[in-house]
């Protein structure tokens, strides 16, 4: 098969959540454990950081690779879903897999995929194992894809276990209060392995201390340990990077610290971060303050990380994010009132599979919206989001596509307005010109 045909038949042979919702969510590790041995145990032949979290975890992965290869690590990343192309799932130093891998790897194995049914994910996690280890990398950066306890990425048993945020998303296949849904993060703190949470949340740090209890494993709240402060006359939201000051038990520690990463939540991820390099510096790991501080303000140039506050236009100040439940948007909205503007533009699209209503309360009624739908089976019609978004005192039009919206939205806006395009991942994912300026 082609790259195409090889894609093509991953995608329909095999059930994909991220395009068709929970019919392509399978809970267990059967399949994946099976594949794994069948393949000769690839999981076990490299180094790993195995990160989990409601929002976060995608910075933070990307935050870790990004620090370890410019210490000058062999890196292996794993994250999902995918903006644009597959390949970016599974990187090497920054490098997205090689469409000829993926192409010979499904060739060799699909007569056991034939055999044992994997779904989409299943395979997708076998792929990146098989590859880290056959190029032998130093050390894995590995995202859980959905929940944690029963996510196909769990089969490893990292150096460290980090945890960023607990918020509500997905509740109908992780659980529809907040320690239910850190119960099943808290599946991936494995025995004896140290865990780290970024936040400390009052509702579920029983959960976590009890986990952590079970398995023997030490456990650390880094903002119990880390404060990330905004310098004085440092709040520009259009800047390339951020500068933050981060103390270390109430002590100064790295002053003037640059971030790659924008958005005023990066602060609560850099918590988790800095307490896991922390970690794997204790565990033999050699990384020096200026790898830090290199990696930090390289985030996206070393691993390609694109779609969390990036700015992909000036005038209007055009901004995208791919933040979609309740506490990421309330944060990126938060932020997005602080941008001086004259009038606010808000291209937006969402899921059919989540109650859309808590969320559409976030945003801001005195922007003029334009309604889209992204091309997944899963987007909710953009008429319907309209509908919905009417009835919560939000007003626009609805447009076929993202495209459409888009182009209307930077037609009518001034350079002095701000055009904001979210509400999913897969919305984010279908804009022309997403590379950050």
């Not at 590790?29 to 195995?50: D, I, Q």
């Not at 210490?71 to 990343?77: P, S, T």
């Amino acid at each position: 098969m082609t790259y195409r045909e090889t894609l093509d038949y991953l995608y329909q042979q095999l059930p994909m959540y991220q395009r068709v919702g929970a019919a392509g969510f399978k809970k267990g590790l059967g399949n994946t454990e099976a594949l794994a041995e069948a393949m000769g145990h690839p999981e076990r032949k490299f180094r790993a950081v195995h990160v989990a979290g409601t929002n976060g975890k995608g910075s933070s992965s990307n935050m870790l690779s990004a620090v370890l290869q410019a210490a000058g690590y062999r890196v292996g990343l794993y994250t999902s879903p995918h903006l644009r192309e597959f390949t970016e799932r599974i990187r090497l130093n920054g490098q997205e897999l090689a469409p000829d891998y993926l192409v010979q790897w499904v060739a060799k194995w699909r007569p056991l995929f034939e055999q044992i049914q994997p779904s989409f994910f299943e395979m997708c996690v076998a792929l990146a194992y098989s590859y880290f280890a056959e190029e032998q990398v130093d050390i894995a950066v590995v995202e859980v894809g959905l929940g944690g306890r029963l996510d196909s990425t769990n089969i490893i048993t990292p150096l460290v276990s980090l945890i960023t945020n607990i918020s509500y998303d997905h509740q109908a296949m992780l659980g529809d209060t907040l320690p239910l849904i850190a119960a099943e993060k808290a599946g991936i703190i494995k025995s004896g392995v140290p865990a780290i949470i970024s936040q400390t949340q009052p509702e579920v740090v029983e959960v976590f201390q009890q986990k952590a209890q079970a398995e023997q494993a030490p456990l650390l709240f880094a903002d119990q340990h880390y404060q990330v402060l905004q310098p004085v006359g440092t709040t520009a939201t259009d800047a390339a990077t951020q500068l933050v000051d981060v103390q270390r038990h109430d002590a100064p520690y790295l002053a003037q610290l640059e971030l790659g990463l924008l958005g005023d939540y990066q602060r609560l991820n850099l918590t988790g971060v800095l307490a896991t390099i922390e970690e794997l510096q204790q565990q033999g790991f050699t990384i020096s303050e200026e790898a830090l501080r290199t990696g930090l303000r390289e985030v996206s140039r070393r691993t390609g990380f694109a779609g969390r506050w990036t700015i992909i236009g000036r005038r209007p100040l055009t901004i995208c994010d791919t933040a979609h439940n309740e506490a990421g948007l309330r944060l990126t909205m938060h932020q997005l009132a602080q941008v001086p503007h004259q009038q606010l533009h808000l291209v937006l699209g969402m899921v059919n599979d989540k109650d859309v209503t808590p969320v559409l309360h976030l945003l801001p009624p005195e922007a003029t919206y334009y309604f889209c739908q992204a091309s997944i089976p899963r987007a909710l019609p953009a008429e319907t989001l309209a509908a919905q978004a009417a009835g919560v005192g939000l007003h626009g039009t609805a447009y076929p596509t993202v495209a459409a919206a888009v182009q209307a939205a930077r037609a009518a806006a001034t350079p002095e307005d701000v055009l904001y395009i979210g509400g999913s991942t897969f919305v984010v994912a279908e804009v022309d010109d997403l590379q950050q300026l």
